[in-house]
């Protein structure tokens, strides 16, 4: 299978399919798109003009739950959606959570249409205090058979999640404890820490 990965340096949604190709080690080739090309030669690529993008055999798929739920069909070993159908759906649900109810509204460009008068710094503290409000939302979903987010494995959930923490905490908001924690632990896990993308 010939992979190309279509990603950004600090793209949230990126960070989740690279964080999944190396955990189920396929190899694939990364390009970098630049801002300007984001709005520009890459709109051939994705119409919205989002990473990532993957291209498999040539065939464009966009939306990081789109791409991960493709790279599990075509390569169950290492799954990353849990053991059972309970385990998927909670999964599903959470990245649903994060990918639609936390990450959509703090895009850039959602921002920039939407809140036009704010500063970048004011951007940046406005993205950090709404995902912190949301995940602290989140946590009763969380963590409640092991130290994974859902189940007893590590899942797309789990690269959501702490994806997600990760973001708020480089936009300088607030850390919560029991996610602080939870990073930790996962940082311990040597095959999960091994194939963590390091940007
Ligand atoms: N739901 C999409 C979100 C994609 C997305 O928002 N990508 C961001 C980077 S994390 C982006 O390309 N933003 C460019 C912009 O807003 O101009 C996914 O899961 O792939």
Sequence with gaps: MDIILYSAIGSNSSERVEWALNYKSLPYKRIEVSSHELSTSYLKINPFGYVPT??????????????????????????????????????????????????????????????????????????????????????????????????????TADIFVASIYKKSCQHGAVRLEDYDKYLNWLSGQKQISASEPKI
């Design 54 to 155: 993957i291209s498999i055999n040539g065939i464009l798929i966009s939306e990081s739950m789109a791409i991960i739920e493709c790279l599990e069909e075509h390569h169950p070993k290492n799954t990353l959606f849990g053991q059972t159908w309970a385990e998927r759906a909670a999964i599903r649900e959470v990245c649903e959570y994060v990918n639609s109810s936390i990450h959509a509204p703090q895009n850039r460009t959602v921002l920039k249409a939407f809140r036009p008068e704010l500063t970048e710094n004011e951007k940046r503290e406005l993205r950090g205090s709404w995902i912190v409000q949301c995940l602290a939302k989140l946590s009763p979903k969380l963590w409640n058979t092991s130290n994974f987010a859902i189940g007893s494995s590590f899942s």
